[in-house]
């Protein structure tokens, strides 16, 4: 059902994806990750429920990943308002739908690399309270708060020399920053 390492959790999360009727004529249906399943089984756009035109499809089980190293991401979703799995869906012309679920990831910044490519569709869907606490587990045991440590500046004294302006077998007469003024200039 679920995998498990010091460095890695994987959990099996059913997404379900609600179609309904579009509102303009562009758009026949609207299609939206509506929730999520711990632990469920594998499924191929198993209908759920149905009312009316507006149908709930069990369309995929894909792996939540929880990664050691990504505990500061897990904690930044944990600290929203509304603590939330990303769903990743891409187009795909081979599917009925037109869909196909790519990816579900608690991290933020995962989630924000895919809204950035602009081809993929990022859902948010609320985590529900059991998903929610194992995360939150996750977190309490790998998230390691680093303390801050301020640069400190080199000490050495760069206004005497100015190294890398213009080369030192030019004569130059004027300010080497000066755009030149006429064309003899400009060739000099």
Same mark, same amino acid.
């Given at each position: 059902?679920?995998?498990?390492?010091?460095?890695?959790?994987v959990?099996?999360? &059913?997404?379900?994806l609600?179609?309904?009727? &579009?509102?303009?004529?562009?758009? =026949?249906?609207?299609?939206?990750?509506?929730?999520?399943?711990? &632990?469920?089984? /594998?499924?191929?756009?198993?209908?759920?429920?149905r009312? &009316?035109?507006?149908?709930?499809?069990?369309?995929?089980?894909?792996?939540?990943?929880?990664?050691?190293?990504?505990? !500061?991401?897990?904690?930044?979703?944990?600290?929203?308002?509304?603590?939330s799995i990303y769903?990743?869906?891409?187009?795909?012309?081979?599917?009925?739908s037109?869909?196909?679920?790519?990816?579900?990831? $608690?991290?933020?910044?995962?989630a924000? *690399?895919?809204a *950035?490519?602009?081809?993929?569709?990022?859902e948010?869907v /609320?985590? /529900?309270?059991?998903l929610?606490?194992?995360?939150? !587990?996750?977190?309490?045991?790998?998230? =390691?708060?680093? =303390?801050?440590?301020? +640069?400190q +500046?080199? =000490?050495h004294?760069t206004?005497?020399?100015?190294?890398?302006?213009?080369? $030192? +077998?030019?004569?130059?007469?004027?300010?080497?920053?000066? $755009?030149?003024t006429?064309?003899?200039e $400009?060739?000099?």
């Amino acid at each position: 059902m679920f995998q498990s390492s010091e460095k890695m959790f994987v959990l099996p999360l &059913g997404i379900v994806l609600r179609k309904s009727p &579009g509102v303009t004529r562009w758009a =026949k249906w609207v299609w939206r990750a509506v929730a999520v399943l711990p &632990g469920a089984g /594998p499924a191929n756009w198993r209908e759920l429920r149905r009312e &009316g035109e507006v149908v709930e499809y069990h369309a995929a089980t894909v792996p939540l990943e929880l990664h050691r190293t990504d505990a !500061e991401a897990y904690l930044t979703e944990l600290s929203t308002r509304s603590p939330s799995i990303y769903v990743v869906l891409r187009e795909c012309s081979e599917s009925e739908s037109g869909l196909e679920v790519v990816l579900a990831t $608690a991290s933020p910044y995962d989630a924000q *690399d895919y809204a *950035d490519n602009g081809e993929d569709i990022v859902e948010l869907v /609320p985590m /529900p309270p059991a998903l929610l606490a194992l995360v939150r !587990e996750w977190v309490d045991k790998h998230h =390691k708060e680093e =303390k801050f440590v301020k +640069r400190q +500046r080199d =000490k050495h004294n760069t206004d005497l020399v100015e190294n890398g302006i213009g080369d $030192a +077998r030019v004569r130059q007469v004027a300010d080497v920053y000066r $755009a030149p003024t006429n064309k003899r200039e $400009a060739i000099h």
